[in-house]
């Protein structure tokens, strides 16, 4: 309705700086055209987006969990929980679908930033599920980023896996050198 | 920290163009020199965007400094361009500045006359596009802006225009008596003439009153929508229920016509300006009174004036802090309430997309208004006591959060999501939480003491509020507040309140973090089957007719087994029953069968929906057979998970989506079945699954009309389209139907089962209670059914009509419309 041609403050229901960047990484060294064409098409597979990408959950937070607070903004289409692609326990994100582009955006905008089980959760708009997504893709099945966490995080399994690791090892080593 | 502002913004300036190279220079590692120069557009910007945001500057200082800019380049196309958008974006986006960008754009008028008459050229053009729109809000900003630049006018200025809409609002209320389009322009013009009144301008009383004297008996006569709604239905609560928004203002303005329209709250930067130019010109000169004036742009107003795409209901002024010992909000009858409540209604509704912002704008609230309107930020509510009296100034986050409210309350259903409206209350809370939260518990208070007479679909919006608000913030609360209502019967709307808000807390969260957050009194709410993830299976106790078989089905639907498998143990319940002379032998296989997939697909909503999935042919199959084993469905899914109705009221809604269930059998379940005396009307999950049940009936009720209006639609689908919309609109009317017929009988205390309740007098205290329960829910569905047919009646008012044949060159796009009957449903809005 409004013929504004831009906003007087800053829009809470566009893709993160992640996504955009993530498609930049990937072709740092094609030519720039190219480049330029293909950011293009993939920030325009977001114009139609009813997915969501839900982070920084709780281990421990369940579906009815999610379901109840992001319906607020819609029907739910679909909801994946995102697993360890060892235990296939949860491990701290999902997708949500929404029927319709206008409630992942209300999404963005409403829920995106605030609290589910106590803890603030980031939204951003994705092109939509595939299988194997629900995987973590981190080195020991968990999302990358609980790999190398240094800090203790009780709702995502503590410490960061690897980094647990190294510090148990530096403790040993340190008791076996006594 | 000013220093570090300024070099963000003008990061954020090259950040567009320069997106691909921000990496390029990893291993350029000389320290970054700061920048001096910033081109004059970005300053400026800037200066315009942040425009009477500091309380620290002087907004005159930053009026003059924008126009000088501007004016004294005027040959900087780029410069210009910018000050003109955004002049105007924001007009249209934050309202509360309307009076500073108009001061602006006068001083700008004054130095530079080429450059004030782009800025009135815009806007004009975009007042058009809007009217032609019948955007209305924006018109009504538009207006405002205008009125602010009255001096500038030859003649009359804006009075013309605001009389010709007059005149259309007189020719649509002429028309119906049902008309609403009339009243909200007529509020448009009670909301400008405030705006005119306090700008520079001089001797526009005459008209102004004259206009006044006219929209009188428009905005007296009360409508009868009004009552339809009211925060307070004036059956239960008469003295609650709030007057229209424009009688109100009506009065508000005749209030201050005959006080020499004091209108204190408003701001006149203008008035500030004018002493500095006075030091600096000739003292004899009068700023805004430019020899060379303007015409007023020319408007054109098409008769009849169109509607936009939002429908119109009347507004009622709300306040949660009515009736406090001491006011903290300005009262109706003083006109800062509604000219407060306009403006930051606006800014809320059209900042949905940057909560952020919008709370900020709210804290901010004393910046845009007289410094005198508003006591200190944070002033205690116990330090209002000494500030009342004669000359009263308001607390700045009452009024803030009330507008909120007052969005959150709207009847039939705000713009936005209710989300949007818990969002920004959150963020206010995150911005200023010493100011805040003070204010929402009283907010909250006033809330929970008027629950039993409001409007129930409010009510329940305040629940939904009440446990989501919580949630993100620790779930704390003084529940001592309430220890003594828990002696309440459970069926009084407070005691029913604490249920229904513990419950929706943990769907939230989960049954023992609640429990820790709770006094001791009540703890036993939180019963025992709360706290079990798994209910218990009922077939494991022996003592559960047909437990043997009941087991067997579990075990086979954990297995995954085929139909071939389960059938057998269905047929031997059936004949069972039917030896024991049970009158349908399906329902008590269709408890094991139901229950069963409940059980095995307690872990979560993906289990238990794969076993729907794999059982869904059987569970289609029951419906057809029999009513009565579809009811059971229902009452298994509820049974087994009564203890968390939130997991089953969603599990019902998937079955619905299957159609396993239909909206019918839904409400027969609830309202017949369960009715229990009038008592489930107190169970607030109840409400939520009837409102559900109901809102997915006339969401594609309204994506059928949506489709059935589309344009460039022709016959033959026109016909199907037709026929399918009319058919589907007898299934809402009976679905309207049967709620009334359902709860007629508990509102008027003859319901059977309710009279036979106690001695059969029907007065015991209690009887009451469910009596009220009863008027309510028939108020929010009467409403409901109401405002659908209204709508369909008014998106069929303008489609094309039946029979209509596609012109030969179109065919195409009749084809593209939809093959075979399909309903193809374009973008339907979910309103």
Request: net charge negative; proline share 5%; with cysteine.
């Amino acid at each position: 309705m409004s013929l504004l041609a831009f906003n007087t403050v800053d829009r809470l229901d566009r893709p993160s700086a992640y996504y955009a960047g993530k498609n930049k990484r990937r072709r740092y060294n094609e030519r720039d055209e190219e480049r330029e064409r293909e950011q293009e098409e993939s920030t325009s597979k977001l114009n139609n987006a009813t997915t969501l990408y839900v982070g920084n959950l709780s281990f421990y937070t369940t579906e009815e969990q999610i379901h109840e607070l992001f319906a607020k903004c819609g029907e739910i289409k679909r909801l994946v929980m995102g697993l360890d692609r060892f235990n296939k326990t949860p491990c701290g994100f999902c997708f949500v679908e929404y029927y319709t582009h206008q409630d992942a955006l209300d999404c963005l905008k409403y829920v995106g930033g605030t609290k589910l089980d106590e803890r603030i959760i980031r939204t951003d708009l994705d092109p939509g599920f595939e299988e194997g997504r629900q995987y973590g893709r981190g080195k020991s099945g968990g999302q990358v980023r609980d790999e190398y966490r240094e800090e203790y995080d009780p709702g995502r399994g503590g410490y960061g896996r690897a980094y647990d690791e190294q510090r148990q090892r530096e403790e040993d080593e340190y008791g076996a050198g006594r | 920290m000013v220093i570090e502002a300024e070099e963000e913004e003008e990061e954020e300036e090259e950040g567009a163009s320069a997106v691909t190279e921000v990496n390029d220079d990893d291993f350029d590692r000389r320290p970054q020199r700061r920048r001096y120069e910033e081109p004059l557009f970005v300053q400026v910007r800037r200066q315009l965007l942040t425009i009477a945001e500091s309380a620290a500057r002087r907004v005159e200082d930053d009026i003059m400094g924008v126009a000088k800019s501007v004016a004294e380049n005027y040959d900087d196309e780029e410069l210009r361009d910018t000050f003109v958008n955004i002049s105007l974006e924001l007009v249209l986006e934050q309202p509360m500045k309307i009076p500073f960008v108009a001061a602006i754009t006068l001083v700008a008028y004054n130095l530079k006359a080429e450059l004030g008459a782009e800025v009135l050229k815009k806007a004009g053009a975009a007042l058009q596009k809007y009217i032609d729109s019948g955007s209305w809000r924006e018109v009504k900003l538009l207006l405002r802006f205008f009125g602010g630049l009255q001096p500038l006018f030859e003649g009359d200025g804006v009075f013309p225009l605001l009389e010709e809409l007059f005149a259309r609002a007189v020719d649509l209320q002429t028309a119906s008596s049902e008309d609403l389009l009339g009243l909200e322009l007529v509020k448009i013009i009670q909301f400008t003439i405030p705006y005119v009144m306090v700008s520079p301008a001089i001797g526009f009383e005459s008209q102004a009153l004259a206009l006044l004297e006219k929209t009188d008996i428009i905005a007296s006569t009360p409508h009868a929508l009004v009552d339809l709604v009211n925060t307070f239905s004036p059956d239960e609560n008469k003295e609650a229920s709030g007057p229209s928004v424009i009688s109100l203002l009506q009065n508000q303005l005749q209030g201050e016509a005959s006080a020499g329209w004091e209108l204190k709250c408003l701001p006149r930067p203008w008035k500030g300006v004018q002493e500095i130019e006075k030091d600096e010109q000739d003292p004899n000169q009068k700023p805004f009174e430019p020899v060379n004036k303007v015409s007023f742009p020319e408007i054109n107003v098409p008769n009849p004036v169109p509607n936009g795409t939002r429908p119109l209901f009347p507004e009622v002024y709300i306040s949660v802090y009515a009736n406090q010992e001491i006011d903290t909000v300005p009262p109706p009858s003083d006109i800062t309430s509604l000219l407060l409540r306009d403006a930051l209604v606006d800014t809320i509704n059209l900042l949905d997309f940057n909560r952020v912002a919008t709370a900020k704008f709210l804290i901010d609230v004393d910046c845009y208004f007289t410094p005198y309107t508003f006591v200190k930020r944070a002033t205690p509510f116990d330090r209002m006591r000494d500030l009342a009296g004669e000359g009263q100034s308001w607390k700045p986050e009452d009024i803030a959060v009330d507008a909120v409210f007052s969005q959150l309350y709207q009847l039939p259903t705000p713009e936005h999501k209710l989300v949007y409206y818990h969002s920004v209350l959150t963020e206010c809370c995150k911005i200023a939480p010493a100011a805040i939260a003070p204010s929402l518990g009283r907010a909250i208070r006033f809330l929970y003491n008027n629950l039993e007479t409001m409007d129930l679909e409010l009510s329940n919006r305040f629940l939904d509020w009440f446990a989501h608000h919580l949630s993100n913030f620790g779930f704390t609360w003084k529940w001592s507040e309430w220890v003594d209502d828990l002696d309440l019967p459970a069926i009084h709307p407070k005691l029913a309140f604490v249920h229904g808000a513990l419950d929706k807390e943990i769907r939230l969260s989960f049954a023992q973090r609640i429990k820790g957050t709770l006094l001791e009194q009540y703890i036993p709410l939180i019963t025992e089957g709360k706290e079990k993830d798994t209910p218990e299976f009922k077939y494991l106790s022996e003592m559960t007719p047909y437990s043997k078989e009941g087991q067997e089905i579990m075990q086979l639907i954990r297995k995954k087994a085929g139909d071939e498998e389960i059938q057998p143990v269905i047929a031997s319940i059936e004949e069972q029953a039917q030896s024991l002379g049970v009158e349908d032998p399906k329902i008590p296989s269709t408890d094991a069968l139901v229950t069963s997939i409940c059980f095995v697909g307690s872990k979560s909503l993906s289990h238990v929906l794969s076993c729907i999935e794999r059982n869904k042919d059987r569970l289609l199959a029951i419906g057809p057979v029999s009513e009565r084993a579809r009811c059971q469905i229902i009452t298994s899914v509820m049974e087994y998970w009564s203890d968390q109705p939130g997991i089953a009221i969603n599990i019902i809604d998937k079955l619905l989506n299957y159609t396993i269930i239909s909206p019918l059998s839904v409400l027969e379940w609830a309202l017949s079945e369960s009715l229990d005396a009038g008592t489930v009307l107190a169970k607030s999950h109840i409400y939520e699954m009837i409102s559900a049940t109901v809102g997915k009936v006339t969401n594609r009720m309204r994506q059928i009309v949506a489709a059935r209006t589309q344009s460039g639609l022709y016959e033959p689908q026109l016909s199907v389209l037709d026929e399918t919309l009319a058919r589907e609109r007898v299934e809402m009317q009976t679905l309207f139907r049967f709620i009334e017929d359902a709860i007629v009988s508990v509102a008027s205390g003859s319901n059977d089962e309710l009279m036979e309740r106690g001695d059969g007098s029907g007065d015991l205290p209690e009887d009451a209670i469910i009596r009220q329960w009863g008027r309510r829910w028939l108020r929010v569905f009467r409403r409901k059914g109401a405002v659908e047919e209204a709508f369909i009646t008014d998106a069929l008012a303008n489609a094309t009509p039946v029979g209509t044949a596609a012109p030969p060159a179109q065919t195409d796009a009749a084809e593209d419309a939809g093959d075979d009957g399909d309903i193809k449903i374009a973008d339907a809005d979910e309103q």
